[in-house]
Nanobody
Framework: QAQLAESGGGLVQPGGSLRLSCAAS????????MAWFRQAPGKEREFVAG???????LYADSVKGRFTISRDNAKNTVYLQMNSLKPEDTAVYYC?????????????????WGQGTQVTVSS
């Protein structure tokens, strides 16, 4: 059974950094594109960043230049390094896995989801 487990969320001041991790089990990790989505209160879940199965990344315009997605296929883990955080980055962040080769921005194209981790950016 596929499982995705996020960690690393928390409270951080504006301008600070956080690193999220998502550990996958029950899937052949290297065969999946991976992505991070986020959902703020009262808003729809939105694409943040995605990783191709082996190389290549995709970012939402709102996080380009501040966030970096990376993956370690040997550890079955995908990361999201978040720098220069802003209050509007506050949301629950979800990890997702898709059997596509390339990441997609539509949440409907993902097969598995984690439970989410809360990120709060506030002074």
């Amino acid at each position: 059974q596929a499982q995705l487990a996020e960690s690393g969320g928390g409270l951080v001041q504006p301008g600070g950094s956080l690193r999220l991790s998502c550990a996958a089990s029950g899937i052949i990790f290297r065969n999946y594109a991976m992505a991070w989505f986020r959902q703020a209160p009262g808003k729809e879940r939105e694409f943040v960043a995605g990783s191709h199965r082996w190389r290549g990344t995709l970012y939402a315009d709102s996080v380009k230049g501040r966030f970096t997605i990376s993956r370690d296929n040997a550890k079955n883990t995908v990361y999201l390094q978040m720098n220069s955080l802003k209050p509007e980055d506050t949301a629950v962040y979800y990890c997702a896995a898709s059997q596509r080769i390339n990441p997609a921005t539509s949440r409907n194209l993902y097969d598995y989801w984690g439970q989410g981790t809360q990120v709060t950016v506030s002074s």
